[in-house]
């Protein structure tokens, strides 16, 4: 009798031992908690917007006067199906002469004569526009299969120094994202353009109005916490050249 009570005893504890590890193998592992959920609150969904601005002054003062300012901004809405982009940038320098002495008129003197007592005037001429650079491009880019992107924009620039007071371009074209992340960024595209512009000096060799091949590249890469490479290229070449 004992033995038969000691050999219940004996399959009564493995049994328990068998179905304790399973018992631990079937449990689901817990996820650590984050500091809103430890905290009762709710994890706010990532806004689709994202703005980036820039602003820059440099002003210097000496024998002349240069002063420059520029602004930039970039405002972007990200969804499921593309996205929109709106993108301003501008630059203005102002620089003056030298300053010089003017020499009141009325003076007389022989050829070889170093002239004497006679009476000048400081003048420090004022700063003048030397260089502007305006520019505006509303451009939307769909998503899709493979990575592979659609997209169609057009944009508005002038710029003086280069010989151009209005320059308007249409495109549409295809393109690729080679990275799409918070700190990398990285996309390319290739399509056709329509342009229309006018020029400060009309050359009749070249025309306002063509048709182009239209090459872009978007690189954007975050350093660190508060620093960011961006480099933006655009290629947009006459089709009759």
């Given at each position: 009798m004992r033995g038969q009570l000691l050999?219940?005893?004996?399959?009564?504890g493995t049994l328990v031992a068998l179905e304790t590890p399973r018992a631990a193998e079937e449990k689901?592992?817990?996820?650590?908690?984050?500091?809103?959920?430890?905290?009762?609150?709710?994890?706010?969904?990532?806004?689709p917007w994202t703005n980036s601005t820039e602003l820059s002054l440099v002003?210097?003062?000496?024998?002349?006067?240069?002063?420059?300012?520029?602004?930039?901004?970039?405002?972007?809405?990200?969804?499921k199906k593309g996205n929109t982009r709106l993108k301003i940038d501008t630059l203005r320098a102002d620089t003056s002469d030298d300053p010089y002495l003017l020499v009141e008129p009325g003076i007389v003197f022989e050829p070889g004569e170093v002239p004497t007592n006679f009476a000048t005037i400081a003048v420090r001429p004022g700063a003048e526009p030397d260089v502007e650079r305006y520019f505006i491009e509303g451009r939307y880019e769909g998503?899709?299969?493979k990575k592979a992107t659609w997209n169609s924009g057009a944009s508005w620039d002038?710029?003086?120094d280069a010989g151009i007071l209005s320059r308007y371009i249409a495109f549409a074209g295809l393109?690729?994202?080679?990275?799409?992340?918070?700190?990398?960024?990285?996309?390319?595209?290739?399509?056709?353009?329509?342009?229309?512009?006018l020029e400060d000096i009309e050359d009749p060799e070249r025309e306002s109005k063509f048709l182009?091949?239209?090459?872009?590249?978007?690189?954007?890469?975050?350093w660190g916490a508060s620093t960011t490479y961006d480099n933006d290229l655009t290629?947009?070449?006459?089709?009759?050249d």
């Open positions: 050999l219940l005893a004996i399959l009564a689901p592992e817990e996820k650590p908690k984050s500091t809103t959920e430890v905290n009762g609150e709710e994890e706010k969904p990532k806004s002003v210097t003062r000496g024998n002349a006067i240069a002063q420059t300012v520029g602004f930039k901004e970039t405002l972007e809405y990200k969804a998503n899709l299969p002038r710029n003086e393109g690729h994202t080679w990275q799409d992340r918070d700190d990398l960024t990285f996309r390319t595209s290739y399509g056709l353009s329509y342009t229309d512009r182009g091949v239209r090459l872009t590249s978007d690189f954007k890469d975050k290629f947009n070449i006459s089709v009759k």
